[in-house]
């Protein structure tokens, strides 16, 4: 049976999305739109979905269609949490590359926005 490493990244995203969710109004906010998002991070079999319709985050695979799919290696969205990446670059460079309705994506980065301060604590926090 292979097993699956998490990328340290992880753990530290399921913590700030809770706090996001605890904390803030950015979950209602992107559920607003309504938009799934699902978040595949390369070279690391992790999957992370965003369902704006349930204002929940999943951290398992699921079936059913995400209206945007983002494809990227889990040490670029940690630089982009960290601001030392832009969202917007990384895209347009085909770092992240996506399937769906591209134009759809800004409640996303919104949402990463707001959970940029939380992620950046947790950092701070970490031994």
Do not use: C
């Not at 996001?20 to 739109?33: N, P």
């Amino acid at each position: 049976m292979k097993s699956i490493a998490v990328h340290p990244v992880v753990p530290r995203l399921q913590a700030t999305f809770q706090r996001l969710q605890e904390e803030t109004k950015a979950m209602q906010t992107f559920g607003a739109s309504g938009l799934v998002v699902r978040v595949r991070l390369e070279g690391d079999d992790q999957e992370i979905l965003v369902d704006g319709r349930l204002q929940e985050v999943f951290w398992d695979p699921r079936p059913g269609r995400a209206d945007l799919e983002l494809h990227l290696p889990a040490d670029l969205l940690h630089r982009i949490l960290m601001e030392e990446a832009s969202f917007r670059k990384s895209f347009m460079n085909g770092d992240i590359r996506s399937q769906g309705n591209v134009f759809r994506a800004m409640p996303f980065a919104d949402l990463l926005q707001a959970a940029r301060s939380i992620y950046q604590d947790m950092g701070k926090q970490a031994p």
